[in-house]
């Protein structure tokens, strides 16, 4: 089993930073032997190298390809010595995994982002959705000959214009109709987030 993406671009990421702020001594290398992470032959290649900033290198080569457990055992191996560096990089991986924060106080998980809204999702945020609703559609990706035509078919009824809309939109986009592509549309329309409160329950 290979690393988490997210995981894997972190340290990409702070890749040179990790480089200039560590010193990749026995510490380090010597916890992540000690939990299976690296193998002998590792730690003596990384040891090998000729300054401390290529053997930090080194070992940001190696963790990708050493299972899902690596990260982790680094953020670990890095509390004693650099807990600076540690924090640095869990926020980093709180940013990306734990929630979406685009404009304050949007906050949703991760597993719910990449999910498909349910029709029963849809209903309750149509029920919430205000004149901007055309606006929230547009944005993603319906005509304006939509809309207009999810108005003709429900004159008497804007929750029921609303709800014809999302629905069209999922039914469309498919799986990429994602719980994320439909706050990223909440956003731009600039609403409040607390629109999505109960709605995704």
């Given at each position: 089993?290979?690393?988490?993406p ?6 990409r990421?702070?890749r040179l ?5 560590i ?35 080194k ?11 690596a990260?982790?055992?680094f ?9 600076w ?27 719910v ?10 209903n ?9 609703w055309?606006c929230v559609?547009?944005?993603l ?7 207009y ?16 809309g999302?629905?069209q939109w999922?039914?469309?986009s ?11 549309s ?5 609403l409040?987030?607390?629109i999505l409160?109960?709605?995704l329950?």
């Amino acid at each position: 089993m290979t690393m988490d993406p997210d995981h894997k671009e972190i340290l990409r990421k702070h890749r040179l930073e990790l480089s200039s702020n560590i010193n990749t001594d026995d510490t380090i290398v010597q916890y992540l032997y000690q939990e299976d992470i690296l193998t002998l032959n590792h730690v003596e290649d990384i040891l090998a190298e000729t300054s401390s900033k290529k053997r930090t290198l080194k070992l940001l080569d190696l963790l990708p390809v050493r299972g899902p457990r690596a990260f982790e055992k680094f953020l670990v191996s890095l509390e004693a010595e650099y807990p600076w560096v540690r924090e640095r990089l869990q926020q980093g991986l709180d940013s990306r995994t734990g929630q979406v924060t685009a404009q304050d106080g949007w906050a949703v998980q991760e597993s719910v982002l990449d999910s498909v809204p349910s029709e029963r999702h849809l209903n309750r945020l149509a029920g919430r959705l205000g004149p901007e609703w055309e606006c929230v559609l547009l944005d993603l990706g319906l005509s304006a000959e939509d809309v207009y035509r999810c108005q003709a078919n429900h004159p008497l009824a804007v929750r029921s214009q609303v709800l014809a809309g999302l629905v069209q939109w999922k039914q469309r986009s498919g799986r990429a109709a994602t719980v994320r592509e439909l706050v990223r549309s909440l956003q731009a329309a600039e609403l409040h987030p607390s629109i999505l409160d109960q709605v995704l329950q």
